[in-house]
């Protein structure tokens, strides 16, 4: 079995800063990409911010600038840093995962729990 489990998220002004973090678990062989998705109420999921194993990062034309996605792969682990919040992006922010449980199997996609990210005054 397979686990992400977020944490960082709260209640934060405009303007304000978070840093989100995700560690993965489980039976895991390779993680492939990780990543930062963001649903707001009566939206759909929407990618945030992805980063390769090898260190390649994708942001959402929204977030370049202020989000800093990070991951260490010696802990299955991946952070984002949040600057300049907009009440916007409230959302929940959900933590993701390209994983192969196994040698040559198929790579996966698992999602974290969700961590509710409230930006207000």
């Known amino acids: 079995q397979v686990q992400l489990v977020e944490s960082g998220g709260g209640l934060v002004q405009p303007g304000g800063s978070l840093r989100l973090s995700c560690a993965a678990s489980g039976s895991i062989f390779s993680i492939d990409a990780m990543g930062w998705y963001r649903q707001a109420p009566g939206k759909e999921r929407e990618l945030v911010a992805t980063?390769?194993?090898?260190?390649?990062?994708n942001y959402a034309d929204s977030v370049k600038g202020r989000f800093i996605i990070s991951r260490d792969n010696a802990k299955n682990a991946v952070y984002l840093q949040m600057n300049t919040l907009k009440p916007e992006e409230t959302a929940v922010y959900y933590c993701?995962?390209?994983?192969?449980?196994?040698?040559?199997?198929?790579?996966?996609?698992?999602w974290g729990q969700g961590t509710q990210v409230t930006v207000s005054s």
């Open positions: 993701y995962a390209e994983i192969r449980t196994r040698l040559l199997s198929t790579r996966s996609a698992y």
């Open positions: 980063i390769t194993r090898g260190g390649t990062i």
